[in-house]
């Protein structure tokens, strides 16, 4: 499998892939659409304390998605021994198992993003690199800087726009976050990197994830990585958000 495989242009599952099921039910119906890689967090790192996700158990989930319907999950890690117990439990030293996953948002600890580059340069593997939450594009740049001074390289390393705080913007569109395309589109060609956009975290709610796409596709941008659960109505984390299997296939559309 080669690792273009690994980076298609939609990126759709669970905020959090919260039990065995919401993993395996996502896998199987993403892949019956063609999709060859799905997003599921495992920690969800919260503003005040609540559910905080399954953390490393579902690395044995995303192994058995990958197993049973060769389908690829993607996931946030927070800590290098995250990145570690990812690639133990996913790939079992498999080098033809590559592993994806992203550097959050609300992480802006460069210490460890750096140890978790050094462990995961040395495997089959993409790093998603989220934008911190306020806007400043030297930080933005300078997570990039702090992976790459680690030798880690240039052709799997992707971004990922996920807008900026509103921070008493008039943000008439209730958005959840802000996006500045011409930010990201700076940003990607100083860095010459993928830009993957999350419509899901701009958004903040359905209606707005439709609209946010079609903001993004007119500033020029055809990477998504978007929250679809199986029921978001029981979803734990982002019920508002994320779109059911049904409007995920009205959204594609939109993209294809
Ligand atoms: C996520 O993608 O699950 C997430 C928590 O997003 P962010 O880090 O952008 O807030
Ligand atoms: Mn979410």
Redesign the pocket.
Known sequence: MSLERRLPQVIPGP?CGETQRVVMESAKTMKDSGIAMIRS?AF??RTGPGYDGPGTQAFEWFRDALVEHDVTVAT?VMLPEHAENAIQVITGGDQEREIVVWW???NQNHIALQDTARVIKGVPAWFIL?NQPWADERHWLGIVDHVLSTGFPLDRIALCH?GFHPNGSSNERGLRNIPDWEMANRVQEKTGLPMII?PS?IGGSVDNVFSITQDALRNGFNRFMIEVHPDPSKALTDQRQQLNFKQFQEWLKLVQ
């Open positions: 905020c967090g969800k790192p946030e959050g948002s609300r989220k996920r999350d975290h």
